[in-house]
C-alpha cells in the first residue's frame, strides 16, 4: 500500500480518491485544507486519520509518502516543489504548471530529489488510449490531427451576471486552454512529440481568460487542428488522419470508442473494455512508478509535460494571454 497525503479538497479529488481505492493499493492517510473546518469535514467524510492547516506541518509529516496535488493551478508549482523537496513523490494534477519556467522548475527538483514526479492526465493512460498507440501504424503515414474539446461551462452562466468565479479568473492560471485545450494537446504530443512550428488564436473575455480557442501545430509531414471552449459546445469527434484511412477517437478528454475507417469502406473497432473510474489508471501508473523505482512514466513523462507546457505558454504569449504568475521571478 502506498500512503497519500491529499491537497485540494474539491469534487476533482473526491473523484480521485473513489478511482484511486480500485487499484486495491491505496491508502489516505493526511489531508490539507486552508481552513480546519473543510479539512474536518474532509477528513470525515473519507476516514482520512490525519488532517493539517499549515502547509509547512503537512510536508515535514511522516504520515504519508505520496501526494495527490489537486489545488487551483497557480499553486501547484510551488506546492508541488515544497513536498519533493520533503521526499515526497508527487502526481500533480493537469495543468502541472502555470507556464514552461514553472515545469522546468518541478522537473528539475524532482530529479534532484529521486521521488516520482507526474502530470495527472488520465486520458494517455486509458486502455482506450493504448488502442491508439498499438493501431496507429495501421492508417499508414499520418497526415493530420484533429481534436475539439468544446463544452460550456456552467459558470460562465456566473460570469454573464458578474460574478468572475475561479475557473474564469487568470489569478488561478485557468481559462479554456489550460482546462480543456490540454486534452487535446497531451495525446498529441505523447504520439508526435514537440511541433516545428505554433499557431493560436484566441477570444479573450474581460477578466482576462480565454473564453475559448484554437491552435494550428506544424510537424515536418502532418499538421495538427486543435479547437477548444468553455463558452460553446462542440460534438466533433477527434481524427488522425493517415494515408489508408482515418481513426475516429468519440472523445480525446475520455476516450471510450476508437475504431479505423480504411479507405475501401472497411470499419475496424478497436475499443477495449474499461472501468468507469476512469482516474484510476493515472493513479494506478504512479503507484506503479513508486513501487517499481521508477522516476517518470513512460507515457505522463517529464519529456512529454515539458512538450506540453512550452505550446500552452507560447499560444499564450501570441493571444496575449498573461497570468500572474507569469510575472513570478
Request: negative net charge.
Amino acid at each position: 500500500m502506498i500512503r497519500f497525503g491529499i491537497i485540494g479538497t474539491n469534487w476533482i479529488t473526491e473523484t480521485f480518491i473513489e478511482a484511486a481505492k480500485e487499484t486495491g493499493e491505496f491508502a489516505l492517510t493526511a489531508v490539507y485544507s486552508r481552513t480546519e473546518d473543510k479539512a474536518r469535514e474532509f477528513a470525515a467524510k473519507f476516514e482520512i486519520p490525519h488532517q493539517f492547516t499549515d502547509l509547512e506541518t503537512f510536508v515535514r509529516s511522516g504520515e504519508f509518502d505520496a501526494v495527490y496535488i489537486a489545488s487551483p493551478n497557480s499553486l501547484h508549482a510551488e506546492q508541488a516543489v515544497l513536498c519533493m523537496n520533503h521526499g515526497k513523490h508527487v502526481l500533480c494534477e493537469k495543468p502541472a504548471a502555470s507556464n514552461a519556467r514553472e515545469l522546468a522548475a518541478m522537473v528539475a527538483t524532482a530529479e534532484q530529489n529521486n521521488v516520482v514526479f507526474m502530470e495527472a492526465l488520465k486520458s494517455t493512460l486509458m486502455p482506450n488510449f493504448q488502442a491508439i498507440q498499438d493501431n496507429l501504424h495501421k492508417i499508414g503515414p499520418v497526415r493530420r490531427y484533429f481534436a475539439s474539446y468544446c463544452q460550456y461551462s456552467s459558470r460562465y452562466d456566473a460570469y454573464k451576471q458578474g460574478t468572475v468565479l475561479n475557473a474564469f479568473n487568470p489569478v488561478f492560471s485557468n481559462g479554456s486552454l489550460m482546462d480543456l485545450g490540454i486534452y487535446c494537446i497531451y495525446p498529441l504530443a505523447v504520439l508526435f512529440g514537440k511541433p516545428d512550428r505554433i499557431q493560436a488564436n484566441a477570444i479573450l473575455l474581460e477578466s482576462g481568460i480565454d473564453g475559448e480557442g484554437s491552435l494550428l501545430l506544424g510537424y515536418k509531414d502532418m499538421d495538427a487542428i486543435i479547437m477548444h471552449s468553455k463558452i460553446t459546445s462542440s460534438y466533433a469527434p477527434t481524427e488522425i488522419q493517415g494515408e489508408n484511412g482515418t481513426m475516429v477517437i468519440d472523445k480525446i478528454n475520455e476516450p471510450e470508442k476508437v475504431e479505423i475507417r480504411y479507405r475501401g469502406g472497411v470499419v475496424e473497432d478497436l475499443t477495449r473494455p474499461q472501468s468507469t473510474r476512469t482516474m484510476m489508471y493515472e493513479a494506478a501508473e504512479f503507484i506503479r512508478l513508486i513501487k517499481s523505482g521508477t522516476l517518470e512514466s513512460r507515457t505522463n513523462s517529464h519529456a512529454t509535460s515539458t512538450v506540453v507546457a512550452g505550446i500552452m505558454t507560447e499560444a499564450r504569449r501570441q493571444v496575449g494571454l498573461v497570468f500572474p504568475a507569469d510575472n513570478k521571478g
